[in-house]
């Protein structure tokens, strides 16, 4: 069982929709993170929040939006997503980013576009 | 790019202790080394860190090198439940998580 949690677990999605993902974490960490894992890769980050505000944002396109409405929670806004974004997005928290406290993750949404 | 590297496979008996190996020779003072692993469809989960003393805890121990640049994973007991990739970490400038291939552990009965 994991304490970040992911919402939904499986997403398919017509490249014309628009949809959100959800993490929460009850843990008071104030750094989460989007990853994004491909079949058969390693995870690659996207986004990083520290303390609520955008701090990293990895070359990520348009059509993948965060959102860090409070410190509890994380949200990816997607709209007008290509196959190829089809993957496995991972959300991952940490009590602050940096060297030390290490990150805890989800177990993701499996995405998938039509 | 990752800051490490890893076997790509590695076999162990069940029962047996699992030693996973770790080279980053080019860490720095301050850089912490982690330890994930990653289970088919699940997200990675966190197993140790450290930084310059061997590490232990209630899944695995954690043997740093004198010289930092090396480290092992020692899973002291290995289950089939163990079967896995595993992740050896250092982050990068920015703080980063940046994951390498890792060595994927199959467990055999």
């Known amino acids: 069982d994991t304490e970040v949690t992911q919402t939904p677990k499986h997403l398919v999605m017509g490249m014309t929709n628009k949809k959100s993902l959800k993490c929460e974490q009850h843990m008071g960490h104030r750094a989460m993170y989007w990853y994004k894992q491909k079949a058969k890769k390693p995870p690659e980050l996207m986004f990083v929040?520290?303390?609520?505000?955008?701090?990293i944002n990895e070359s990520v396109p348009s059509r993948f939006s965060p959102e860090c409405p409070n410190s509890s929670l994380l949200n990816l806004h997607l709209h007008a997503l290509q196959p190829e974004d089809s993957a496995l997005y991972l959300c991952?928290?940490?009590?602050?980013?940096?060297?030390?406290?290490?990150?805890?993750f989800g177990d993701g949404t499996r995405l998938s576009i039509l | 790019d990752a800051k490490t590297t890893q076997p790509p496979s590695m076999d162990c008996a069940e029962g047996r202790a699992a030693n996973l190996p770790c080279n980053h020779s080019t860490i720095s003072g301050n850089e912490y080394v982690y330890w994930y692993r990653q289970i088919h469809s699940q997200g990675p989960q966190y197993i140790i860190h450290g930084l310059k003393n061997n590490e232990t805890n209630e899944m695995a121990s954690l043997i740093i090198t004198e010289d930092r640049k090396s480290s092992t994973l020692i899973l002291p007991h290995a289950t089939l439940r163990d079967t896995a990739v595993y992740y050896c970490?250092?982050?990068?400038?920015?703080?980063?998580?940046?994951f390498g291939k890792g060595t994927k552990l199959s467990v055999k009965p």
């Open positions: 991952a928290s940490s009590l602050t980013h940096g060297q030390g406290p290490p990150q805890h």
């Open positions: 929040y520290s303390y609520e505000k955008l701090s």
């Open positions: 970490i250092v982050r990068g400038s920015q703080g980063n998580l940046i």
